[in-house]
T-cell receptor, first 118, second 115 residues
């Protein structure tokens, strides 16, 4: 069965600190996709990144970076020089590869609430 | 570009009353559609998904039902609300193409309080 674990329930750091959100996943599929979503206080989930299981290259987007390691089944998310606007709940998620016309069922972790203090 | 709408944004309903939440997607055709519920301080639970008009798959047995009367319209309903139906309801869509495009895009959500 597929499972996503975000062991950090809440994290609080001071602005400008770097912070890493951990994500560990379980799947028996050889082809799968990993995601990170951000949920600000408004509630809407914002898609941040998708990674497929064949692409272990780390990715950087501005102050955000993602470290995908299949050997440890982890897909960690780092925010560099955090800002108050980064305060949100962050969800890591996993989905299986699927056939055309079928639905992509995503399994979400329980989320990490990140608070950035000024 | 694609957009997804949900209404109402907030709703307070008495126990035993009916429910109808609506979700519409613009800017894409034949999307997959999803309903999720998020209880306070909890993760997301997939309730229903649909790959086409009239095609509904239920993930968990519950007091709710879903319908897709049009290609880009997804409706979540209940005949009689329970207290446990309170939560934040999110609609999402995804492309139907397989391969790289597996992510889902979410609407703004409806916050439902059942009293």
């Amino acid at each position: 069965a597929q499972k996503v674990t975000q062991a950090q329930t809440e994290i609080s750091v001071v602005e400008k600190e770097d912070v890493t959100l951990d994500c560990v996943y379980e799947t028996r599929d050889t082809t799968y996709y990993l995601f990170w979503y951000k949920q600000p206080p408004s509630g809407e989930l914002v898609f941040l990144i998708r990674r497929n299981s064949f692409d272990e290259q780390n990715e950087i987007s501005g102050r955000y970076s993602w470290n995908f390691q299949k050997s440890t089944s982890s897909f960690n998310f780092t925010i560099t020089a955090s800002q108050v606007v980064d305060s949100a709940v962050y969800f890591c998620a996993l989905s299986e590869a699927r056939r055309a016309s079928s639905a992509s069922k995503i399994i979400f972790g329980s989320g990490t609430r990140l608070s950035i203090r000024p | 570009s694609q957009t997804i709408h949900q209404w109402p944004a907030t709703l307070v309903q008495p126990v035993g009353s009916p429910l109808s939440l609506e979700c519409t997607v613009e800017g894409t055709s034949n999307p997959n559609l999803y309903w999720y519920r998020q209880a306070a301080g909890r993760g997301l639970q997939l309730l229903f998904y649909s790959v086409g008009i009239g095609q509904i798959s239920s993930e968990v047995p519950q007091n709710l039902s879903a319908s897709r009367p049009q290609d880009r319209q997804f409706i979540l309903s209940s005949k009689k609300l329970l207290l446990s139906d309170s939560g934040f309801y999110l609609c999402a869509w995804s492309l139907k193409d397989h391969g790289q495009y597996n992510e889902q895009f979410f609407g703004p959500g409806t916050r439902l309080t059942v009293l």
